[in-house]
């Protein structure tokens, strides 16, 4: 199930969850402050307040990751457009998909962040009830509602202005880049870690070839920049607890110019397979084919409308592209000492990117079965 079951109490984050929660204007009076271990890079907080009635009011509080973010005034910035976009779309068009849609709660000093003495900028979210996240899929239903909710997410952010975003992380999923940098990286190897991970770097250089598909079909016309989330990570969507339901995505920060199809492949990346992404015995990596079919399926009904054949005809090849370059994102951080990614264990990185290449593996052996389905989905809907 999910990271973001929260930790004991600690009289430390006490302390920093009440006195960030005091700058911000919340309900009530602060009971509860828990770290939410969940996600690679911002620190976030859940803080219960104890309202007047006697009910309870949460909120989520999130520390911006400056060595990611170089920029966290433009990544809020995106962040209050397109959550006021999204809000105002869905009240209008009634496209909500479980009743909660994310929102920033504004600084008592107004605006919609603050910024601490430390110099980490914070916002604060309502808390989206009800609902969990998983690490891994626990059945198929779910890799539907999840792939159905990013696609309506594109949805709802296809009409936003692009030239009013940011792009906070630039050539966040250019892949060629992605695999140049980590060329340059073994090069210099600062770390001295190059020789004991051999295997998996000349794994990734004999896939060359595959780093610059999409985005020589960009070049020639055939797949359009769109505005997209480009985090779909599978824990990145609240679902339902109740009813599996996918209620609404989060993790807004990279909502960028970007491609459709990146989105979809990394759900493929997150969803498909039932071992974390750090496990560490590789025989429990797998791509299963239900999860596929569901992705596809679930994307396909809330995307099918606005997305082009070339964009279909690349679902399964997204898949594997987007595995292959969170493989290499780790590998470089592994080779550069772990600057990137926080870790929790030495060599944490490293099995993250063993896991990615292991799923590479598992799509490259059944791409012809899923690009069969995917043929099979889009002929019964066009
Ligand atoms: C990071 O923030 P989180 O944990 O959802 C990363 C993604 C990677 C992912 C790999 C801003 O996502 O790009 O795909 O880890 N986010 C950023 O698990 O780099
Ligand atoms: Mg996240």
């Known amino acids: 199930m999910s990271t973001a079951s929260a930790r004991p109490i600690d009289p430390l984050v006490q302390q920093l969850v009440s006195t960030i929660g005091n700058r911000f204007a919340v309900q009530g009076e602060f009971m509860l402050g828990e770290e939410i271990d969940s996600g690679h890079i911002n620190s976030t907080y859940r803080a219960t307040y104890r309202l007047p009635n006697g009910g309870e009011q949460r909120y989520i509080f999130q520390a911006i990751n400056r060595n990611v973010f170089k920029d966290p005034y433009a990544v809020m910035n995106n962040v209050e457009r397109v959550t006021r976009h999204i809000n105002s779309r869905v009240l209008r068009l009634k496209k909500d998909l479980g009743g909660q849609t ?66 906070t992380i630039p050539d966040f999923h250019h892949t060629r880049k992605r695999f140049a940098r980590l060329m340059e990286v073994a090069a210099a190897d600062p770390q001295g870690r190059l020789d004991s991970v051999r295997k998996e770097f000349e794994f990734i250089r004999s896939r060359e070839p595959l ?158 079965e899923m690009n069969a389905f995917v043929r099979k989905v889009r002929r019964s809907k066009r």
């Open 102 to 167: 994310l929102n920033l709660f504004p600084a008592r000093a107004g605006g919609s962040w603050i910024e601490d003495e430390q110099g980490s900028v914070w916002r604060c979210y309502n808390h989206i009830e009800g609902c969990v996240t998983y690490d891994v899929v626990e059945n198929t239903r779910q890799a539907y509602q999840a792939a159905r909710a990013f696609g309506s997410f594109q949805d709802l952010v296809s009409d936003l202005d692009s030239a009013a975003i940011t792009e």
């Open 211 to 368: 780093v610059g598909i999409l985005l020589d079909l960009v070049d020639a016309g055939k797949i359009p920049l769109r505005v997209t989330h480009n985090d779909t990570k599978i824990n990145n969507v609240m679902i339902d607890a109740a009813s599996d339901e996918a209620v609404c995505v989060i993790d807004l920060d990279t909502v960028m110019p970007g491609l459709a199809l990146y989105d979809f492949g990394d759900l493929v990346r997150s969803a498909t397979s039932p071992a974390a992404e750090d496990e560490t015995d590789l025989s429990k990596v797998e791509m299963q084919m239900p999860m596929f079919e569901a992705l596809v399926e679930g994307y396909l009904d809330a995307a099918g409308d606005f997305i082009n054949d070339t964009e279909i005809e690349h679902l399964a090849h997204a898949g594997k592209l987007m595995t292959l370059e969170v493989g290499i994102r780790f590998l470089t951080d592994h080779l550069e000492g772990d600057v990137y990614f926080k870790i929790h264990r030495p060599g944490h990185n490293l099995d993250r990117c063993r896991t990615q290449l292991q799923l590479v593996e598992c799509i490259e052996s059944r791409e012809d």
